[in-house]
């Protein structure tokens, strides 16, 4: 039973008994994994605070072929991420990514995926709280894409016909992103108006400035991104932090 070490992201945590816990974790060359914690739960456990949601470090692994739950020998903690704990905003987004990593990263090496899931926390808690938001879209789309399921926006999903530049957007959830005219009307879509097709370039550049979106806009945006999810990777999986985000039940309070 080799022991490898690789870089890790807590993504849930589990009781097992009296000592001791189940993790899931993203780890970067092995994919999404399970490990046993023994004695995680004592008082002087060598994991100590650790092994907290989201939290980031290097993590130890005797791990078998085969075996679906490996024993975490060790995790070295890097950063806990108390600051995404801090807003509801910003961690109902973390929670979203956590999810859609626990859910739909594979259980092999998918480097892409972590480094984007790594990179979406720190760029999330550096975020100005009036563009969080915003961010999270955009933090989704990209992990969404790195996950292989990328919207296409440049010409016709179904017939690769140019689009036209500006106006309103045909886009359809169901064939993966936008249709040319002929498309949309045999096929269906929603039409996006030109700002929300504006928005959602901007959202899925990461280099554009990110925009600004009233209460109204952000809610669409957010209808759109949580469809797109549960078609493409839900596959009848049970979301509840992505509703969560999608309810945002403390905007209302």
């Given at each position: 039973m080799p022991l490898v070490s690789t870089a890790a992201i807590v993504l849930s945590s589990l009781r097992f008994s009296e000592t001791s816990k189940i993790v899931r974790l993203a780890t970067r060359d092995h994919?999404?994994?399970s490990g046993i914690a023994k004695g995680a739960l004592r008082p002087k456990s060598r994991f100590g605070g650790a092994l907290q949601v989201l939290s980031e470090g290097q993590?130890?692994?005797l791990m078998k072929e085969g075996r679906e739950l490996n024993i975490l020998a060790?995790?070295?903690l890097r950063k806990l991420h108390v600051d995404l704990a801090a807003d509801l905003e910003r961690y109902a987004i973390a929670s979203a990514l956590s999810e859609v990593m626990l859910r739909f990263a594979p259980s092999d090496a998918h480097p892409e995926s972590f480094d984007m899931f790594r990179d979406a926390l720190d760029q999330l808690a550096r975020a100005a709280p009036e563009e969080s938001e915003a961010m999270g879209f955009r933090l989704l789309w990209r992990l969404v894409s790195a996950l292989g399921y990328a919207p296409?926006?440049?010409a016709c999903v179904i017939d690769g016909r140019?689009?036209?530049a500006d106006g309103p957007l045909p886009f359809s959830t169901r064939e993966g992103g936008a249709l040319c005219a002929s498309c949309s009307a045999q096929h269906g879509a929603t039409r996006l108006a030109p700002r929300d097709r504006g928005d959602l370039l901007s959202l899925l550049d990461p280099d554009a400035a990110l925009p600004s979106l009233d209460g109204r806009?952000?809610?669409a945006h957010r209808r759109l991104l949580a469809r797109y999810i549960r078609y493409h990777l839900g596959e009848g999986h049970s979301l509840p932090a992505l509703e969560f985000w999608i309810q945002r039940p403390w905007a209302a309070a």
């Amino acid at each position: 039973m080799p022991l490898v070490s690789t870089a890790a992201i807590v993504l849930s945590s589990l009781r097992f008994s009296e000592t001791s816990k189940i993790v899931r974790l993203a780890t970067r060359d092995h994919g999404v994994q399970s490990g046993i914690a023994k004695g995680a739960l004592r008082p002087k456990s060598r994991f100590g605070g650790a092994l907290q949601v989201l939290s980031e470090g290097q993590a130890q692994l005797l791990m078998k072929e085969g075996r679906e739950l490996n024993i975490l020998a060790g995790f070295d903690l890097r950063k806990l991420h108390v600051d995404l704990a801090a807003d509801l905003e910003r961690y109902a987004i973390a929670s979203a990514l956590s999810e859609v990593m626990l859910r739909f990263a594979p259980s092999d090496a998918h480097p892409e995926s972590f480094d984007m899931f790594r990179d979406a926390l720190d760029q999330l808690a550096r975020a100005a709280p009036e563009e969080s938001e915003a961010m999270g879209f955009r933090l989704l789309w990209r992990l969404v894409s790195a996950l292989g399921y990328a919207p296409a926006l440049d010409a016709c999903v179904i017939d690769g016909r140019p689009l036209e530049a500006d106006g309103p957007l045909p886009f359809s959830t169901r064939e993966g992103g936008a249709l040319c005219a002929s498309c949309s009307a045999q096929h269906g879509a929603t039409r996006l108006a030109p700002r929300d097709r504006g928005d959602l370039l901007s959202l899925l550049d990461p280099d554009a400035a990110l925009p600004s979106l009233d209460g109204r806009h952000a809610a669409a945006h957010r209808r759109l991104l949580a469809r797109y999810i549960r078609y493409h990777l839900g596959e009848g999986h049970s979301l509840p932090a992505l509703e969560f985000w999608i309810q945002r039940p403390w905007a209302a309070a």
